[in-house]
């Protein structure tokens, strides 16, 4: 199979490049080698490779600069995923594309199913729920729903998410401001590369499925739990998300089921099983792509 991965140099595309390249043909595409908010280059790239599947890796994840950058975040998180869906349908390629808890408003305390009513309340979120609708236009897509990232940095380096940023301020003796009140589902990149390839490869049906490592907690509770694994001391900065003064409303609670990716043959271990594993690996530099 020939995997076309847009965005494929950042956190989750970097895994899901290594995952798929075990026994498939990879083309790692990153902003230099395609724009995805240039439809003509995605149909001319796509047209070029003819990838059996398309990954969009390729997001504005700038939650506030989106307020003021509403036209940007629209274009890349949003119309992009309308062209690559059009070049999906064109070429005949099943599509993935990654959305994102914050579609939801937060203001529940049961973890939030795929059929569950959407309400996104700031620009970011709306245009990821928008990039969900345009996705589902190709013939064959999955939209899977993911948040609060972490995993080994893509090939050459580069960010590991929050909880990495966690980390490294534990093991500085730095205080780390964490929020007290934002319950998340914590997502392990390699998890959800393998929860990807299983839905592919098992042709499991198409449409939104929730894709994060089992269970809830707040970010103060992960900072609890990696400070012990790692067994150092923990200074919290307690944050809550009125005090924090962010331009952008998060939403509270955004744990969600992964009920229906279960039920698709991909079960996800739970977030402390995940994390113990990153944390045992943080300080190891992930492979460079071939």
């Known amino acids: 199979m020939r995997v076309v991965i847009a965005g494929g140099r950042g956190l989750l595309g970097g895994a899901v490049a290594r995952e798929f390249a075990q026994d498939h043909d990879v083309i790692v595409l990153d902003r230099v ?4 908010t240039d439809e003509r280059a995605v149909h001319a790239v796509m047209a070029a490779h003819l990838p059996n599947l398309i990954v969009n890796c390729a997001a504005y994840n700038n939650v506030d600069a989106a307020e003021d950058e509403p036209e940007l975040a629209l274009r890349v998180n949003a119309f992009a995923v309308r062209a690559l869906a059009r070049a999906a349908s064109a070429t005949g390629a099943a599509l993935v594309h990654f959305s994102s808890d914050f579609v939801f408003d937060g203001e529940t305390d049961v973890p939030y199913s795929e059929e569950a009513r959407a309400n ?18 190709a013939p064959r897509a999955y939209v899977l729903r993911v948040e609060s990232l972490f995993g080994p940095p893509a090939a050459g380096g580069g960010r590991r998410g929050s909880l990495g940023t966690i980390i490294d301020t534990i093991r500085r003796g730095d205080e ?17 590369s393998r929860a990807v390839r299983s839905l592919v490869e098992r042709e499991a049906p198409a449409g939104v499925y929730h894709c994060v490592n089992s269970g809830q907690a707040t970010w103060v509770e992960i900072a609890e739990r990696a400070a012990a694994l790692m067994g150092l001391p923990l200074q919290i900065r307690p944050l809550t998300l009125q005090s924090a003064g962010l331009r952008a409303r998060r939403p509270r609670y955004s744990a969600l089921s992964n009920a229906k990716l279960i039920e698709a043959g991909a079960r996800m271990r739970p977030w402390e099983d995940a994390l113990a594993e990153f944390v045992a690996g943080a300080t190891v530099r992930a492979p460079r792509l071939a």
Do not use: N, Q
């Open 120 to 137: 996104p309340r700031g620009v970011y979120a709306a245009s990821k729920l928008l990039g969900d609708w345009f996705a589902l236009e």
């Open 33 to 36: 080698a395609l724009d995805v």
């Open 176 to 192: 780390v401001p964490v929020f007290v009140d934002r319950v998340v589902s914590p997502s392990y990149t390699p998890d959800i």
